[in-house]
């Protein structure tokens, strides 16, 4: 399998996330009102370059879409996923704004998301966000040798679900290592037991898609960014993971 690596594959993969997260920081410090999309992504394009690290997502080719056209994907508020970061799109006070972005490193990837605050937000979506990055580490945590994809799933279900909040169902995480979308797939939702057993050097994307209302999604016109069905907002979390030893280790940290 491509998402099972060797020491050497490892040790790169474990450089790549920290300069990911790093960078991931220095983006996450500029989202302000007034601040346009594009302008996070000219930022990101010139830290890829400094960090030595090559934008996984820039021109990636989805069948259907096309070629992905940045190097980072800049949803906002009720989009969930895959937002182009344009010129148009600008912040303002009370907007979540989520940024995905991927990174190669000799010849590994990492993949990592955060949904970013601006400003002063509502009660409501402080408990997406929470909850949506408390969903994220129960499932990483469930990540072991031996259990399966299923716990990952159960893991992150339990947390929305105990929380009233949708499961996006149309999107999943995914294997990462040698290419940066590689199976097996990792709905946010399942059951232990389910799907193939996790393994020693296995790297995965956990990603969950949570919502403040039912889950469901859309495509906009441009076919890539996807909202939800409701309007309703959305938020993204996501690490690469490594099992080493057993255990999950998390990649994309500083």
């Not at 490892?10 to 990911?20: F, Q, R």
């Not at 000219?42 to 997502?57: E, N, R, S």
């Not at 232990?192 to 949570?210: F, H, K, Q, R, Y």
Request: one cysteine or more.
């Amino acid at each position: 399998m491509n998402n099972i690596l060797n020491k050497e594959e490892i040790a790169d993969l474990k450089v790549n996330g920290h300069k990911l997260a790093l960078l991931v920081d220095q983006l996450k410090a500029e989202i302000k009102p007034g601040v346009t999309a594009d302008k996070i992504e000219t930022l990101a394009l010139k830290l890829f370059d400094q960090a030595g690290l090559t934008p996984a997502f820039l021109n990636y080719y989805v069948y259907g879409a096309g070629n992905f056209p940045a190097s980072t994907c800049i949803s906002v508020n009720e989009e969930v996923v895959h937002g182009i970061p344009l010129k148009t799109k600008v912040f303002k006070e009370g907007d979540l704004v989520s940024i995905d972005l991927g990174a190669g490193y000799n010849g590994v990837y990492t993949d990592m998301a955060v949904t970013v605050p601006v400003g002063e937000i509502s009660d409501a979506d402080a408990k997406l966000l929470k909850f949506t990055e408390d969903s994220l580490y129960r499932g990483i945590e469930a990540a072991k040798s031996g259990n399966t994809i299923g716990h990952i799933g159960e893991a992150v279900e339990k947390v929305a679900n105990l929380n009233n909040l949708g499961i996006v169902r149309d999107y999943v995480g995914h294997g990462i290592g040698r290419k940066p979308h590689l199976p097996p797939q990792i709905p946010n939702y399942g059951e232990a037991g389910e799907g193939i057993t996790i393994a020693e050097g296995m790297a995965l994307a956990i990603e969950p898609m949570l919502t403040l209302g039912r889950g469901e999604t859309d495509v906009r016109p441009d076919g890539w960014t996807v909202v939800t069905s409701d309007h309703s907002k959305a938020a993204h979390f996501e690490h690469t993971i490594i099992i080493e030893n057993g255990l999950p280790v998390i990649i994309t940290k500083v």
